[in-house]
C-alpha cells in the first residue's frame, strides 16, 4: 500500500501544478448548533464536526462545479455527482473512500453514512464504488493537535482541502481582541483545472456556509 500511495503522489505532484489558498474559518456558530444538536445523544449517535464540513463542501461544489472533475486521460469532466473521499488512517497507509452522491444527503444522513464508511474502511469491507469514484476529498487533522496543512491533489481529482483543528484564537472583531473558534482551511489544487480566483471565490462560499450555518442543518 505504501508503494502504491508514494507512486500516485509522486504522479500528482510531477503532473499536476500545484497550487495553495488558505483561509480562516470562525466555527463558533457550527460548534454551537452541533452541541445543540448533539442534546442527549450519546455515542455513535453524535454529529462530528467532520460531518458538518462535508455538508458544506458539497454545497460549495455545486455552487462552483469546476472544483467536482476528474481528468479522463487529457479531458476534464465535471462530474454530475458530488463524491467526497474522506482521507481515513489505516495501519498500513491512508485511503480516502468516497461518500457517494452527498449533494442529494442533509446533515443527519451524512453523519451516519460518514461513521459506516469509516468503520468499514477499518475493516476492509469498501465497496468498489467507494475506492473509485472521488470527485473531491477531505482530508480532516481536526482529531490532532494539528492547526494547518497541506495536502497532495489526488489523481484523477483537481482539488483536495486539508482541514486542521478548530480552536480558540484571539482574533480582532470591531477593534477589540476576542477568542473566537477557528479553524483553517487550505484548498490544494490542479492549476491545469482551475485559477485562483475560482479556489478563492469556493473558499469563501465554504467560509460563509460554515459562518452562518442554518443552510447546513
Not at 495536502?151 to 481582541?177: H, K, M, N
Request: glycine share 6%; aromatic share 4%.
Amino acid at each position: 500500500m505504501r508503494t502504491a500511495i508514494s507512486r500516485r503522489m509522486v504522479e500528482s505532484k510531477s503532473k499536476a501544478p500545484h497550487f495553495y489558498v488558505s483561509t480562516d474559518i470562525e466555527m463558533d456558530e457550527v460548534v454551537a448548533a452541533n452541541e445543540a444538536l448533539n442534546a442527549g445523544r450519546t455515542g455513535d449517535d453524535r454529529v462530528t464536526l467532520t460531518a458538518w464540513l462535508v455538508r458544506a463542501i458539497a454545497q460549495s461544489l455545486a455552487a462552483y462545479p469546476a472544483l467536482n472533475a476528474v481528468w479522463e486521460g487529457e479531458v476534464l469532466e465535471r462530474s454530475t455527482a458530488i463524491n467526497i473521499g474522506i482521507a481515513i488512517a489505516i495501519p498500513d497507509g491512508l485511503v480516502a473512500p468516497a461518500l457517494l452522491d452527498c449533494a442529494a444527503k442533509d446533515l443527519g444522513t451524512i453523519s451516519t453514512e460518514l461513521r459506516d464508511l469509516v468503520a468499514r474502511t477499518k475493516i476492509g469491507k469498501l465497496r468498489p464504488a467507494e475506492f473509485t469514484e472521488q470527485t473531491f476529498t477531505l482530508s480532516n487533522l481536526g482529531s490532532f493537535p494539528v492547526t494547518q496543512f497541506t495536502a497532495i491533489v489526488t489523481p484523477p481529482q483537481v482539488a483536495i482541502l486539508a482541514t486542521g483543528r478548530s480552536e480558540s484564537r484571539a482574533v480582532v472583531r470591531d477593534g477589540a481582541v476576542v477568542a473566537r473558534t477557528m479553524l483553517t482551511a487550505t484548498l490544494s489544487a490542479d492549476h491545469r483545472a482551475v485559477d485562483g480566483a475560482l479556489v478563492a471565490a469556493f473558499l469563501g462560499d465554504l467560509k460563509s456556509r460554515l459562518e452562518a450555518p442554518a443552510g447546513l442543518a
